[in-house]
């Protein structure tokens, strides 16, 4: 942690500058500790019921994710849904955070730009093995915390990415409020969720839902119209909206729970296939509705 990323976080609770000596917010005295490079402020004992039941879920997980995208053909998916948010940043951003990074994987192409990244996510154990498998970058920093409590002053990053990870959260409202509050005026918004509008995936994700023990009622999908205007209420406009991920999320993105890909000769050049027909299925009207995924563009106004 250089002196740069002390500048630029705060208390998650009242936003006092941080006393690196005695590990305690300097106003409001709330502790926080740094261990292996990684900034926790999870460990007070006063996370809401739901937060526990992530950190939980997600230390069982972490070395299944990291399962997940070890294959050649998981690698070509990740980089396509990466691709999503990579196209729509701005020229030169400053600092970029994003939150609920799991393990780094779009933080690595993140930090591939030169800028400074911030990863955060509510799990120490996922931050955990993503710096295992990052090594050590110069331009990543690594903090836990809930998204609903960003622990960074208003205004600093040019950047706030969720990929795949509101859905996660206790109150998703909260996040997106407190991510307009650290985007500078201006300041760009990237996210993707899971999509509902597909009629075709409404009822084996409801199936999935109940029976596995991964997933729960809180593991939301997100239907367009309100889940847009949700995100204008938080204070952002909308710039770019696209369906994405028909075959190829399920395929090459959930090996671990459909493992057929493993057993299909070439998956690497099939994968390819997979996502060029994505592709073209994200651009057909009536069909581009039925994908995985919805990804949106949106910005703070200056202001």
């Given at each position: ?5 002390n500048?630029v976080?705060?208390c998650p609770e009242c936003k006092?500058?941080?006393?690196w000596d005695a590990h305690q ?5 709330r502790?926080?500790s740094?261990d292996?490079?990684i900034?926790?402020f999870?460990?007070?004992g006063d ?5 526990q039941?992530?950190?939980d879920l ?5 070395g299944e994710y990291?399962?997940r995208?070890?294959?050649?053909f998981s690698?070509?998916?990740s ?8 196209e729509h ?6 600092y970029?955070?994003d939150c609920?990074?799991?393990d780094?994987?779009l933080?690595?192409?993140l930090c591939?730009?030169?800028?400074h990244?911030?990863g955060m996510?509510i799990s120490k154990?996922?931050?955990m ?8 970058i110069?331009?990543m ?14 205004g600093?990053f040019?950047?706030?990415c969720f990929?795949g990870s509101?859905?996660?959260?206790a109150?998703e409202r909260?996040?997106?409020?407190e991510a ?5 005026p201006g300041?760009?918004l990237?996210?993707s969720?899971?999509n ?10 409801s199936?999935?839902?109940r029976?596995m023990?991964?997933f ?14 949700t995100i204008e209420?938080a204070?952002?406009q ?11 999320q399920p395929?090459?993105g959930?090996s671990?729970?459909?493992p057929v890909?493993?057993?299909i ?6 994968a390819?296939?997979l996502?060029?027909f ?7 009207p009536?069909?581009r509705?039925?994908?995985f995924d ?6 703070k106004?200056?202001?």
């Open positions: 942690m250089d002196q740069n990323s500048t976080l705060r006092g500058e941080l006393d917010c300097s106003s409001c005295s502790a926080f740094t292996g490079g900034v926790d999870t460990a007070n996370l809401e019921k739901q937060h039941a992530e950190i997600h230390e069982e997980l972490s990291d399962k995208y070890s294959t050649d690698e070509v998916y980089r396509y849904w990466n691709q999503q948010f990579l940043l701005p020229a030169n951003p400053g970029i955070l609920g990074c799991g780094g994987d933080a690595r192409e591939l730009t030169g800028r990244v911030f996510d154990a996922m931050l093995q993503g710096k295992i498998r990052l090594g050590d110069e331009n920093e690594w903090v836990a915390c809930p998204g609903e409590t960003m622990p960074f002053p208003s600093i040019d950047v706030v990929r509101l859905h996660h959260m109150n909260a996040a997106l409020a307009c509050r650290v985007l500078k300041g760009t990237l996210l969720e899971p509902d509008d597909s009629i075709l995936l409404r009822l084996p994700r199936i999935v839902n029976r023990a991964r729960g009622n809180d593991h939301k999908a997100f239907r367009s119209k309100a889940w847009l205007q209420a204070g952002f909308i710039n770019a909206t696209k369906y994405f991920s028909f075959l190829s395929l090459c959930m671990d729970l459909l890909m493993k057993w000769p070439a998956a690497e050049s099939v390819r296939g996502v060029a994505d592709e073209v299925c994200s651009k057909i009536l069909v509705s039925q994908s919805f990804f949106v563009a949106a910005s106004p200056d202001g």
